[in-house]
């Protein structure tokens, strides 16, 4: 392998990184390349391998790429938080290009049950860049579509006639711009292969996109508009075969699937397992012909459907996985020999020709497959007991909105209900309700998105063992079945349920602007955006008073009952005039969808409370202190940042953990603490805290091991022993060690909830059971004599919802408090044992959270005897 700058390049700046390869080592042998066609390494004025490839270089190369070859053109399907375009590039041959649209509408047509062709070319997709961290998975696009710019011959020439090869470059380039600032930040004149360099330790922060998110966990859940553009656009061609290329760690050498075997979802169909080994035999040919380490079988798995690679084996594609052990800053030193940089690039771009290659030579029986798929979901459906589930929401239409916006985001068919259905306590409205049969070609991606699963063939996951999303956006749903049994939650399907299809924008929520009040205004607080609401009045210096019970209150449009939370906009004592109150709360109505009542007078005719009386309470605007970094979980900030941030437009202050000196703690309402492997605080800084709460009045809200830690150090509760005996004298095979260590590991599950309602944190939900994401064992302690404390309680059976949890978890679990308020000096301390805004798709937590930041203060004292900082009083 030579190792040199390509000829007539040169980087003239003080950064000088890994050694590049020149652009000959990516050039086939005994195919010709056209020396018109600008080479990579040319517009880029560096080599590959040389240094990460910035962003803007990149699509200025790949869009001249595009203008000058008739092989290759592009679109722009989406951009970033940070306003970077995300590139699809279609290549194909020019013949194929002229009728890119007819072969497209085609090949869905023919997945459909409509005509089709042998000679109709196979549709790849090919996804660069989901990780920033990872950059030669992003890079490798630069000499694949040179190569099929400038390659020439028949071999070349029959690969465009047969394929049509998509490939998405970047995914995540807000995460490649941290990852290449810090590269050249920490970079030097010389190479330095040390993996304690710092240039090479960057990992969980450039892996994400601008708010954190891991992209690779979102493609079922497509809260981010990376992976809300990525679906929508692979839906429009549904590929036969979907490459996704990472780096992991520098230990290892080079993965790709097919995954573990027995860690396969149970949806994901026997064949394609078959399909991917035809594809690694071809990997195998090129990577034995170099004498190259790799493997395949082992450590991934393809369970959680919300992975790239794994996502589209639920949507009748091949998914593949790639993995190259990381150079990270560049070139660094392994056990297993030295990872460079380039070489991780050369390796991602001929795996990417031999998928596109072992693709081809299985053409014929991948299509048949794919076709079959979908022509068979008629039968599983019929095959399946449950028909249909019935879906709806309490009062909270914008939550059924976001959740049927997920639902056709995957094609998933929709339709109203026709007639009411009640399946237990549960009434479903015809006119309100909705229905998901699963006599639909989606049908497998239903069960994806509906199934709850709590029994495995093993117990190791690579992520969450339960996403059943009704759960995390706390939907009302029901399964619908032909065949009923005594004692269960389900109602008997007819095909006459079934109504009209239904887009998104049919259910969205639609309010008339109030009318000019006399008294005040009013809305409630069950709706997603209340709290959205509530900030922008407060951000705009409006007072506001909060109902810590139900009332009615006379409106112009009659009496009109309100449930603890609902948000009241008196106009008296304001800064503002009344005319430019009610031009915020039209604005608030239109820009929500809300629906604020104009009140008349500041009670109803059998009003027992009143707007004026003690049931109402001021709330003042959130100053939100979020620390980050030291031991925090990254991921975890991140979601915590992009409620309040970008889904709340609540400001946030963050600050590293560990960086607590010099700041004004007066200036805070309330400090967000969230998990991690180490949230400890040092003594100093638990000392400043503790004053803080106690004697300013601030409100900590700790989640998962802060939780804990909070608890323990501040309040002195200690956890309840675990009374199992310890186990001794056991012998076990060292081969079972992996099982066995992560038979107890909650890797993520969904569980069950009994959620106080009437407190504070629990405004605005209709009832007790809320479903929570959990994804750590560790559990708070009851605490001793404030009996109002436990907000919330994981029951004592029937805890588990989805997903996997052990026997031996489950009883540890039973009981135990899920979230804890404690008033402590001035302040309080709230302690969720769960991570509520998980992956910013526990809409249905998310509200305990917000409830949390706005009403934190609200939590009143019990008088007489009552515990404060773990200590009892008597007042």
Same mark, same amino acid.
Request: net charge negative; proline share 5%.
């Given at each position: 392998?030579i ?5 007539? =390049? ?7 990184? !890994? /050694? ?6 990516? *050039? @086939?042998?005994?195919? &010709? ?6 080479t ?23 869009k ?10 592009h ?5 970033t938080?940070?306003?970077?375009p995300i ?53 490798a =696009?630069?000499?694949?579509?040179y190569?099929?710019? !400038? /390659? ?6 029959? *690969? @465009?006639?047969?394929? &049509? ?12 711009a941290?990852?290449i ?6 970079g ?27 992209l690779?966990?979102?493609?079922l ?25 990472h ?11 097919p ?6 979802n ?6 394609l ?27 991934f ?5 919300g992975?790239?690679s794994?996502?589209p084996?639920v ?52 299509a ?10 008629k ?10 589930y ?20 995957h ?6 209900l ?18 998901v ?11 994806g998105?509906?199934?709850r ?17 009704p ?14 049994t ?8 007819a ?21 000019e ?6 809305f ?28 009615e ?8 009952s309100?449930?603890?939370g609902?948000?009241f ?21 239109a820009?929500?969808?809300?629906k604020?009542h ?30 980050f ?44 603490m ?20 106690r ?24 956890p ?18 992996r ?52 907000v ?25 408090p ?25 809409l ?12 934190g ?14 200590h009892?009083?008597d007042?």
């Amino acid at each position: 392998m030579i190792r040199s700058l390509a000829a007539g =390049v040169l980087s003239l700046g003080l950064v000088t990184q !890994a /050694a590049a390869l020149p652009i000959e080592d990516f *050039q @086939l042998p005994g195919i &010709v390349y056209d020396s018109a066609v600008e080479t990579p390494d040319t517009h880029f004025r560096h080599g590959l391998g040389d240094k990460p490839v910035r962003h803007d270089q990149l699509v200025s190369y790949l869009k001249g790429l595009s203008g000058a070859s008739d092989r290759i053109d592009h679109e722009v399907i989406g951009y970033t938080h940070e306003g970077r375009p995300i590139l699809l590039l279609k290549i194909t041959s020019p013949r194929n290009h002229a009728r890119l649209e007819s072969i497209r509408t085609r090949h869905l047509k023919a997945l459909k049950g409509g005509a089709h062709s042998e000679q109709d070319p196979a549709i790849i997709w090919i996804n660069y860049g989901v990780h920033g961290a990872e950059s030669s998975g992003m890079d490798a =696009v630069a000499p694949v579509a040179y190569h099929y710019a !400038a /390659a020439r011959g028949a071999a070349v020439e029959k *690969q @465009l006639d047969e394929a &049509v090869i998509l490939m998405v470059a970047i995914l995540n380039p807000d995460g490649h711009a941290r990852r290449i600032d810090h590269v050249e930040t920490f970079g030097g004149a010389v190479q330095v292969t040390d993996p304690g360099h710092h240039q090479h330790n960057l990992w969980t922060a450039a892996r994400t996109n601008h708010y954190w998110f891991d992209l690779n966990r979102q493609w079922l859940l497509t809260t981010q508009p990376e992976s809300k553009a990525w679906v929508e656009a692979w839906h429009r061609w549904k590929p036969m075969v979907s490459g996704d290329y990472h780096e992991m760690g520098s230990n290892s050498t080079y993965y790709f699937h097919p995954g573990e075997p027995k860690r396969l979802n149970p949806l994901v169909p026997d064949q394609l397992r078959s399909f991917a080994k035809g594809i690694a035999n071809v990997h195998r040919e090129w990577l034995d012909s170099e004498a190259r380490l790799y493997y395949t079988e082992q450590g991934f798995d393809n369970f959680y459907v919300g992975k790239g690679s794994t996502y589209p084996q639920v949507n009748g594609s091949i998914g593949i996985l790639f993995e190259a052990g990381a150079a990270r800053g560049g070139e660094v030193e392994s056990p297993s020999g030295g990872r460079e940089y380039g070489d991780n690039i050369r390796t991602h771009y001929r795996t990417t020709l031999t998928t596109i290659e072992g693709t081809l030579r299985q053409k014929k029986q991948i299509a048949e497959f794919q076709r079959e798929f979908f022509a068979g979901a008629k039968q599983a459906a019929a095959d399946h007991d449950v028909k249909a589930y019935v879906i709806s929401t309490k009062g909270d239409r914008t939550r059924l909105h976001r959740f049927v916006e997920v639902l056709r985001r995957h094609q998933v068919d929709v339709h109203a209900l026709t007639e009411d259905v009640t399946v237990g306590r549960v009434t479903y409205r015809a006119g309100e309700a909705l229905i998901v049969p699963l006599d639909q070609i989606q049908h497998t991606m239903v069960r994806g998105i509906f199934d709850r699963v709590t029994e495995f063939e093993e117990n190791i996951f690579y992520d969450v063992s339960g996403w059943t999303l009704p759960l995390a956006y706390d939907i009302d749903h029901a399964p619908l079945k032909e065949r009923l049994t005594r004692g269960e939650d389900a109602a008997k399907f007819a095909a006459s349920l079934v109504g009209q299809a239904i887009e998104a924008k049919d259910i969205a929520p639609k309010v008339q602007a109030p009318k000019e009040a006399s008294y005040g205004y009013v809305f409630g607080w069950e709706d997603f955006n209340a709290p959205r609401a509530l900030n922008k009045l407060l951000r705009n210096d409006v007072l506001v008073r909060i109902a810590s019970d139900p009332f009615e209150l006379r409106t112009d449009d009659g009496v009109h009952s309100f449930a603890p939370g609902a948000v009241f906009v008196p106009l008296i004592r304001q800064s503002k005039s009344a005319k430019e109150i009610h031009k915020l709360i039209r604005e608030i109505a239109a820009e929500e969808n809300i629906k604020v009542h104009a009140a008349t007078s500041g009670a109803s005719d059998d009003a027992t409370r009143s707007a004026g009386g003690g049931s109402f309470r001021p709330v003042q605007e959130p100053h939100i202190l979020l620390l980050f970094n030291d031991g925090f979980a990254n991921y975890d900030v991140g979601e915590v940042w992009h409620l309040l941030d970008y889904e709340m437009r609540v400001p946030v202050t963050l600050r590293r953990k560990d960086s607590l000196e010099s700041i004004d703690w007066s200036r805070y309402t309330d400090i967000v603490m969230v998990g991690g492997g180490n949230v400890s605080l040092s003594n100093q800084h638990t000392e400043r805290l503790e004053q803080w709460i106690r004697e300013e009045g601030g409100t900590l809200i700790a989640l998962r091991q802060s939780a804990t830690w909070a608890q323990r150090t501040l309040l002195k509760d200690k956890p309840r022993a675990d009374s199992e005996e310890a186990e001794s004298k056991q012998r076990f095979d060292y081969k079972e060690m992996r099982v066995r260590d992560a038979e107890h590991i909650i890797g993520g599950a969904i569980v069950a909830t009994d959620l106080d309602t009437s407190h504070p944190l629990g405004f605005g939900y209709g009832d007790r059971l809320l479903p929570m994401q959990r994804n750590t064992t560790a559990t708070l302690a009851w605490p001793e004599g404030n009996p109002y404390a436990v907000v919330s309680a994981y029951p004592e059976g029937g805890v588990l919802m989805s997903g996997y949890i052990s026997e031996k978890r489950q009883v540890q679990l039973a009981g135990t408090p899920a979230v804890v308020a404690e008033p402590m000096g001035r302040g309080n301390v709230i302690m969720i044992a769960d991570n509520p805004v998980f992956r910013g798709t526990f809409l249905g937590s998310n509200k305990l959270f917000l409830n949390a930041i706005f009403f934190g203060d609200m939590i009143n004292r019990p008088s007489g005897e009552y515990v404060a900082g773990g200590h009892v009083h008597d007042e």
